[in-house]
């Protein structure tokens, strides 16, 4: 063997493992970075990560079987997606991270069929649980929940916990409290189990619509009771909100906490988005979001449902123009969903009125 051969089978010697690893993310048809992170995935849509970095995001939630919901190992994952490609073979090889290895011998055969998966972790009990949850909302409270709520809320609840917004959950018109008691799983879920979730309903149907609110729903409609919230906590075993029974106006000014770090507002009318938003948006905490339910912009997407105009028009009115709040799109669906992202600086105007 000449001199110069031995020089160079040393460097071939260490690319082998490496190009092994990358092979096997390309032969999986998922390197491409416009097919490595869907939205519903992204951690924060302002990250950048590297392709490969992206693949092993993207084969960690398929791994856990994770949509609609988040990414399994919230410390861990990111740190790896930015490694540089020549460090990713030692998580093939040593089998430490958890979406390679054994899933590619029954993990994802056993997830196929519905079987049990007996290389899931704690991690992946705790999803088959939210799955659960997920099913029994849309068979008990279809007329107020759907898929498309819950896939769409789900990204911004992870954000704020995982940013570090300070401040209380709130959910206003919780009605029989379907979507706290998910929000509150999601919350344990992602280990923020002392967070506090305020939840407010009249517990009297709907109040009396504005001239600008359609006939979709009528006054006394969607009535409830504070018992049926403790029901539906009492049956997941999840610790109970704050329940502030009451109309928006005469609760908000005094029981509303603050900061508040996440907000959903679900009025229905015109006037109770308005004093929702009066109330809500000067106690936001930097960095917190709203999410708006009803909020139709028809211009930014056609085929979204337009039952309830009063809810944009009052965002409209309320933040005046280049309203702040945005349309949350799912791609196939009419879901119609706003979302209002408090600044971390102070912004002229945005003062308690």
Known sequence: MSGRQAVNRGPSAARAPV??????LKSWRIFRRDECLPPMFARDPSLKYRPNGSALLQLSYQRLELAPFFGPDMETIPHIARLPWWQLHDFTRKNTFPSLG??????????CQGKPNSTRSAWGQLMEELQKLRAWLLDEHSGTISG????AITPHVRHVVESGVQGA???????????SVWVRTVLDTLGDTAREIHVYDSFQGLPTPDPCDSDHVQEGDLAASPEDVVSAYNTWGKKLPTIHPGWFDETLPVELPEPIAFGYLDGDFYGSIMTSLKYCVPRMAPGGILIIDDYADVAANPGVWNGLPGVKQACDEYFGGNSPVEPIILEGSDLPFGIYRHPYTAVPGMTRR
């Open 169 to 179: 959950f709130v959910e206003l018109g919780c009605h029989r409290g379907a979507m």
């Open 102 to 111: 054994s899933w590619k011998k029954d993990s994802l055969s056993e997830a």
């Open 148 to 151: 498309d709520r819950i896939t």
């Open 19 to 24: 190009e092994l690893g990358v092979a096997r």
